[in-house]
């Protein structure tokens, strides 16, 4: 089997510095930020077919496996350490990716915790509007859930009492997030879900996430990001860290805003005006900048 190789990138003016090619095939060329996924998983995009003559070889690792598994490809080399990684390809609106990561990196990208299984709020089965136009949408199968799919008028994800919305969700990854933050179609969005009692946008992944972009400056998106949450203060954007990690804060933050909603009056809609229902030492001006934080 040939070998993995790792080189240089001829073309100096490319934020990647880096080629791979996988002996897969007639080899499949790729451009990374890295020669491997120590810390993070690396995105790579398609380097052409060709593997450049001129390209400086950094390594050349003998390969052990290297397989094709649907969507994924495994890869191990011939060396003790950094010997296992695998490429996934993926595809998003019609754009393909391709995330290079190690069991190391995969196993970081999952925090190992274990989501609890109570109701939210003390409700029963919360059920939960997903819209019809969300693609690969969330089961909520860990959670004590049912979804049923319809239009919604703003958000994909949402709770209704005596068929109106009382809260949404809106979910967005992090290539997601800075494509609708470049065209300005966040800021449509947010001014969509201020309309409604309760309303917030998930992410996917870490904060850190944006900071590791190569295609975008990472400081204008962070910006772009924080005069958004300026100018719309009651939908906070909130990164979840993992898929799961988003439906179990949405399961709950759905939950909580229709208990509210049930129980106008109650002690949860007293708790803004008498901070000391929630115990001693909490001050209203505290209270009111807790959602702030959650960011």
């Given at each position: 089997?040939?070998?993995?190789?790792?080189?240089?990138?001829?073309?100096?003016?490319?934020?990647?510095?880096?080629?791979?090619?996988?002996?897969?095939?007639?080899?499949?060329?790729?451009?990374?930020?890295?020669?491997?996924?120590?810390?993070?998983?690396v995105f790579c995009f398609r380097g052409g077919d060709d593997w450049p003559p001129d390209a400086e070889i950094i390594e050349a690792l003998p390969v052990r496996s290297c397989v094709r598994r649907g969507a994924s490809i495994d890869l191990v080399l011939?060396?003790?350490?950094?010997?296992?990684?695998?490429?996934?390809?993926?595809?998003?609106?019609?754009?393909?990716?391709?995330?290079?990561?190690?069991?190391?990196?995969?196993?970081?990208?999952?925090?190992?915790?274990d989501l609890p299984t109570?109701?939210?709020?003390?409700?029963?089965?919360?059920?939960?509007?997903?819209?019809?136009?969300?693609?690969?949408?969330?089961?909520?199968?860990?959670?004590?859930?049912s979804v049923v799919k319809r239009a919604l008028r703003v958000g994909d994800y949402g709770v209704e009492l005596d068929s109106e919305l009382v809260a949404v969700v809106e979910r967005k990854g992090v290539d997601d997030l800075v494509r609708s933050l470049s065209s300005g179609q966040l800021r449509a969005v947010l001014s969509e879900l201020v309309t409604v009692p309760h309303a917030a946008v998930v992410v996917e992944d870490r904060y850190s996430q944006i900071f590791k972009l190569t295609h975008v400056r990472p400081a204008l998106v962070a910006e772009m990001l924080a005069e958004c949450q300026v100018h719309f203060p009651s939908v906070p954007v909130i990164f979840a860290e993992t898929r799961a990690l988003a439906q179990e804060w949405t399961y709950r933050f759905l939950g909580a805003a229709l208990a509210d909603a049930r129980h106008s009056g109650g002690a949860s809609l007293r708790w803004a005006a008498d901070p000391s229902v929630l115990g001693d030492g909490l001050a209203s001006d505290q209270l009111r900048a807790a959602p702030g934080e959650s960011e």
């Open positions: 089997m040939a070998d993995f190789l790792i080189a240089r990138n001829p073309d100096t003016e490319s934020s990647l510095p880096y080629l791979l090619r996988i002996p897969l095939g007639d080899g499949i060329v790729l451009r990374a930020r890295e020669t491997w996924p120590r810390t993070s998983k011939e060396r003790s350490r950094e010997n296992r990684s695998q490429f996934v390809i993926a595809r998003a609106r019609g754009r393909e990716m391709v995330f290079w990561q190690s069991p190391r990196t995969t196993k970081t990208a999952k925090p190992a915790v109570a109701r939210a709020s003390g409700l029963g089965d919360l059920e939960i509007v997903v819209d019809s136009r969300e693609r690969y949408g969330w089961k909520f199968s860990h959670q004590q859930a």
